[in-house]
């Protein structure tokens, strides 16, 4: 529990400083958290071209690919909406050719945060809305707020594959990050590549995406993982064993799940006890020969 009020008290933290510009004008931009001065990302669209000013008015000054490094000096006030998504202009700075540049770019055409494991960048953003609509208990037609978010892999210039997960647009969309590990014992993978969208305070799930980036540089989707905690009150956990850990089984990933809730009693440090109130497990069977996860039949 120590650990969790931790969390709560760093998120919020964070909230404070990455959200010191105002956010509100552009929510559907809040995942990159595009803040500070001279921000290092990649190019995220497959071509992207650079204007002289923030508009589409002029031609374009210049063509950037997927993968290239840009650094953001600032964002502009220019807004526009590209595939349902509204954000802002990025004056940004880049080298070509031995030359350094200038221009403006569109904030949707580039990264999150920048991931790269040797030649390899793992390039993510979000792609477009995924919105859908159900009727609800008073027969209304109401809208449940999603976005597409897609992963490329690119070695020198050239994807080398894609995939797509969808998350929900909600406060967990606040913050995009990503981490990459090793391949943790599946059989010809090289890395897990992790994508996690996280709230700005507790009470807020963090949902994480797990991709397989295989020897021959595929990229499959692995289960994923949601965890959400209020500090002292409850906390629902999720969490998955690999070949390569404590417990783990060849080829086997193991999702394990628990929720904990607080008692009436207390500790010897006056908190709460908790009590687990749920727990589950699955099996997920990798196939390194066809590059497929099913859930094991109990």
Avoid at 82 to 97: A, D, E, H, I, S
Avoid at 193 to 222: H, N, R
Avoid at 269 to 287: A, F, L, P, R
Wanted: hydrophobic share 35%; net charge neutral.
């Amino acid at each position: 529990m120590k650990k969790l009020s931790f969390l709560c008290l760093l998120l919020v933290a964070i909230s404070k400083c990455t959200f010191a510009q105002s956010e509100e004008d552009y929510p559907d931009m809040r995942s990159w958290a595009m803040y500070g001065d001279s921000i290092e990302r990649y190019v995220y669209a497959d071509t992207a071209y650079i204007r002289v000013s923030p508009d589409t008015r002029q031609a374009p000054v210049d063509t950037l690919f997927a993968g290239d490094n840009l650094v953001v000096l600032r964002t502009t006030k220019s807004a526009i909406t590209v595939r349902g998504l509204r954000g802002p202009w990025l004056q940004v700075t880049y080298k070509k050719n031995g030359e350094q540049k200038n221009g403006y770019i569109w904030q949707g055409l580039v990264s999150l945060s920048p991931l790269r494991r040797g030649d390899t960048k793992f390039i993510a953003a979000v792609e477009r809305r995924a919105d859908s609509t159900y009727l609800n208990e008073e027969k209304r037609r109401d809208t449940i707020r999603r976005l597409l978010v897609k992963v490329k892999a690119v070695q020198n210039g050239v994807i080398k594959s894609t995939a797509t997960f969808i998350t929900p647009d909600d406060e967990s969309a606040n913050f995009g990050y990503g981490k990459i590990m090793s391949g943790m014992g599946l059989t010809n993978v090289q890395n897990i590549v992790t994508m996690s969208f996280s709230g700005e305070a507790c009470g807020i799930p963090t949902y994480t995406y797990y991709l397989a980036w295989t020897t021959d540089q595929k990229l499959v989707k692995l289960p994923g993982k949601m965890t959400v905690g209020d500090a002292g009150v409850f906390y629902h956990d999720e969490n998955f064993i690999f070949p390569n850990e404590k417990n783990g089984r060849p080829d086997l990933i193991t999702w394990e799940m628990s929720t904990e809730e607080a008692t009436d009693k207390v500790d010897k440090n006056g908190e709460y006890v908790m009590e687990i109130t749920e727990k589950g497990s699955k099996t997920y069977i990798w196939d390194p020969g066809n590059y497929t996860v099913t859930e094991m039949r109990k």
